[in-house]
Nanobody
Framework: QVQLVESGGGLVQPGGSLRLSCVAS????????IGWFRQAPGKEREGVSC????????AYADSVKGRFTISRDNAKNTMYLEMNSLKPEDTAIYYC??????????????????WGQGTQVTVSS
């Protein structure tokens, strides 16, 4: 069964940090592009970050550049999103996603064919 399971979300104060993890099962991450997306209440889904299948290409939304870092550990079949200097506007449900067809790095969610169930991140004092 193909599955992506996120963890690591929670409540954090502004300026704090969280590390999201996404474990894949039923397939390997070796040859897929991966991405992190988020959706805040009343807003459209937003591409946060992505990394290509080779790890050689990454991209970040302007709103998170310099604060978030995406990474992948193919040996553990896991992807990560390190989030630092969190702001209240980072509050959202965060989703990991995989692109098995193109294996690119894209912040466009339409390229992705596998999605996790989401993990809530709340930044508030």
């Amino acid at each position: 069964q193909v599955q992506l399971v996120e963890s690591g979300g929670g409540l954090v104060q502004p300026g704090g940090s969280l590390r999201l993890s996404c474990v894949a099962s039923g397939f390997t991450l070796d040859h897929v592009g991966i991405g992190w997306f988020r959706q805040a209440p009343g807003k459209e889904r937003e591409g946060v970050s992505c990394i290509s299948s080779t790890g050689g290409g990454t991209a970040y939304a302007d709103s998170v550049k310099g604060r978030f870092t995406i990474s992948r550990d193919n040996a553990k079949n896991t992807m990560y999103l390190e989030m630092n200097s969190l702001k209240p506007e980072d509050t959202a449900i965060y989703y990991c996603a995989t692109d098995s067809q193109y294996a690119y790095c894209s912040l466009d969610g339409s390229f992705y064919d596998g999605w996790g169930q989401g993990t809530q991140v709340t930044v508030s004092s």
